[in-house]
């Protein structure tokens, strides 16, 4: 089957709670970050079936993130992205992802901050 590029399962404003930032009271403490993911994915055969065994189940992904968030103490979301895509990537043999880290109200002045990366299967 040939592959379908545009296909995508996506996650949006995934509530994790972890240990992440730079500064001391951080270290101390657990943040929600919220969590956007794109996973590409070929729906079709899943379409055609009409059976999760055939989809990339989205419910699965999430507990996995959820999970690996949970146990995490890194101080940048830098990091908690490019770890978050690795394993998605490996775990789950996507071929693409794109991972968004919104860490809400970490700035006095600012509403949504944090990082999106792209990471391809290499
Ligand atoms: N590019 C980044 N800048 C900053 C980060 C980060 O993770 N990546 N983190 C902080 C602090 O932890 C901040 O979130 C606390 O207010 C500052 N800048």
Not at 60 to 86: D, G, K, N
Request: net charge neutral.
């Amino acid at each position: 089957m040939t592959p379908a590029p545009h296909d995508i399962v996506f996650v949006r404003d995934l509530r994790a709670e972890c240990v992440i930032g730079i500064y001391a009271w951080e270290r101390r403490v657990r943040q929600t970050v919220l969590i956007d993911l794109d996973l590409a994915a070929d729906n079709r055969r899943a379409a055609a079936s009409d059976q999760i065994a055939d989809a990339l189940n989205y419910k699965a992904v999430t507990r996995r993130v959820l999970e690996y968030a949970a146990a995490s103490e890194f101080q940048l979301v830098e990091t908690l992205a490019e770890r978050i895509a690795a394993l998605l990537l490996e775990e789950f043999g996507l071929p693409w992802v794109r991972v968004r880290i919104n860490k809400r109200g970490a700035l006095r002045a600012a509403g949504d901050v944090g990082v999106v990366i792209e990471r391809e299967r290499r």
